[in-house]
């Protein structure tokens, strides 16, 4: 056997991760990370609001500035509502269906100069 040879057969028994492959994929994954712990709350927050929506839309108060006080007081329940207000809600009329529209922008910072921006919508119609 020659000295090549030994060489060559090393080389093709040995696996496994480099030392740049296993920083590659921890960066990747804790880029990931970030970005799920970063986003969850804001997902939590719509849910709530898009709850809270829902559950005025039934009860159909009489009127638009009722409607706007309700979610006040909601939002005063829910500590999470932080992003809308009772002002910020489009309320109309549909078929004699109350329908509550909303919707909003939450920048989300990952590190300095790069944001995360999601655009939440949702509604709540009356029975």
Do not use: C, H
């Amino acid at each position: 056997m020659t000295r090549a040879d030994i060489r060559g057969n090393a080389a093709t028994r040995q696996r496994g991760v480099t030392l740049l492959g296993l920083l590659f994929w921890g960066i990747l994954v804790a880029m990931g990370a970030l970005v799920v712990i970063r986003v969850l709350p804001t997902i939590n927050e719509f849910t709530t609001i898009q709850r809270a929506v829902k559950k005025l839309a039934q009860e159909s108060p009489g009127t638009v500035p009722e409607i706007r006080t309700a979610f006040e007081r909601q939002k005063d329940i829910e500590y999470s509502i932080s992003s809308i207000s009772g002002k910020d809600l489009q309320i109309t009329k549909e078929n004699d269906k109350v329908v509550i529209r909303f919707a909003y922008d939450k920048e989300i910072p990952l590190f300095e100069p790069v944001f995360l921006l999601i655009k939440y919508s949702g509604e709540g119609r009356s029975n």
